[in-house]
């Protein structure tokens, strides 16, 4: 070895016994460049889009390090899912505390790994750099859609019907029991307690209607800051309301029974976020075909309301048809 | 106002206010949506890039905000300009702590407007989120260009000049001045001290020599990390070695000065990184055209060493022919 001979940094090290064998993608250029390239089929757009975690604030610093690495990747794939996207590939940020050990890395990729497997979405690039804060993961990702399908927050007319995928609320439940020093537990059985738990800390991105949303939804958004607020936004982009049935909502049956036995927990279940579910307006005239096309993917959906015309905001309405009132909306990051 | 609407969160309207002005391309959708759309022109590649600053580590706490937002666009500009791309837009992801005044976003989002204008590089979309930690702004930027012609590290060969842009280690050596009880001013000048500190607060990407890589460089890559460690990437990508002279890498007056009475900071220069100029392996058949596209876009290019056969790393060689030796090459994030 001359004498000039650099040793190899410890980051060129966890690269590349860690991080590179995720970069199957041929424009990842095996982690060795600068920049990624991707190169969409002809007549196909690229949807982008990024999504953060903190450690702290979406994660607890004790999650396991491969459940924050999927629940990071899955947060990105959700939101693909929801515009109808097929994904490509993503790009990672990586902000560590220096005392972060090799184990939490090893952890962190091996569960990255697993679901690039799974979704066919590999690493293309990324960047890491030391933070004196809490671990900060960033996911860049990319999807294609046939030119100009990209399915819109926009796009949702009077009559259309409002749905969601699998249950609401869930994850919100979850993170409660997760918190250390959190609730009783609701009385709920202790499998219960743990799927509520399991959905706050791994979501499940519905790629598998992405095709249906894209051929017969007017508007779609996945569910991440909670029922209430995101179907605002879908409406206040789409220049709509909505009546939603709250006894509509589908719950699992652990939330169904939080629900029971504390019936306030119900403004949780619809504000509280981290569902990574998708919220939908579908045409009267799609409603038996996207049915159908969900089904087929074993994708459970619920109609919960309708777009109405208007401005305001949607409203949720009790079994007496009286508008629920929400003392937060939706989780905001100010 | 129905009792249940909703207050807009403080989110949407900081979005509304402060980051839509800067979401002019028509795939933004006007920061409306959950993703955004990209639809490269056919025949090319989209080139894609993702770097991130930390408070506390890449910049200072106290450093302005709008020359904040500058660095962390400008870092990624960098990486574009050294692969041969033309800017398109980026995604931004802003972690911010919970006492983030509405001043600072103020300041922020003014200094990358200025910049996305200046680099015709406009917002796409992004994701904010708070952090118990420093604020944290993560960048993934979007370049084309013609399909399959990215400029990579690897490609350098032997025989090729090894070309510098701008001058190297003023970044550095203006860290030090502006960190927090830093040196007393190497007894320079007030004018050449903001020099060397305006050098670290605000990167210069090479942008205007893109294009000349693109047709002239067989390697290249930023300098962000340091010269030595930076080039012997490019050299490990290409499987080659080189060899440098130190007294031909070029240096500012601030830097000649600092380095002429104190000879040891020379090993600050080459390594210190935050220099954000381009290395890049030109051959000899090309170097004439590299240089008067270089001299045409007024971007000073020098040559300071040749690519040689091997796997050594880089030698750094000082004017008795002798290799110097390092305590660290590379600023390294683990």
Known sequence: MPPHKPRPSGEDRIIARYFRPLATHPGAFRLTDDAAALNPPPGSDLVLTVDAIVGGVHFLPDDPSDAVAKKALRVNLSDLAAKGAKPVGFLLMLALPKDTSEGWI?????????????????????????????????????????????????????GDRVL??????????????????????????RAQQKVLVGRYLLPQPRGAIAEALRRHASAAMDVSDGLVGDLAKLCAASGVSADVDIERVPLSPAGRRVVAGAPEMIELVLTGGDDYEIVCAIPGKQLVAFRAAAAKARVPVAEIGVITKGRSPPRFLDRTGKPMLFKTTSFSHF
């Open 164 to 189: 969601v995928s699998g249950t609401i609320g869930d994850g919100a439940l979850g993170l409660v029991l997760h918190r250390p020093g959190g609730v009783d537990g609701w009385s709920l059985e």
């Open 106 to 158: 090893a952890g962190f990729t091996r569960g990255l790994a697993a679901d690039a497997r799974t979704y066919a979405c590999p690493l293309l690039g990324g960047d890491s750099v030391r933070t004196p804060g809490p671990a900060t993961i960033s996911i860049t990702a990319f999807g294609t859609v046939p030119k100009g399908t990209m399915v819109h927050r926009a796009g949702a007319r009077p």
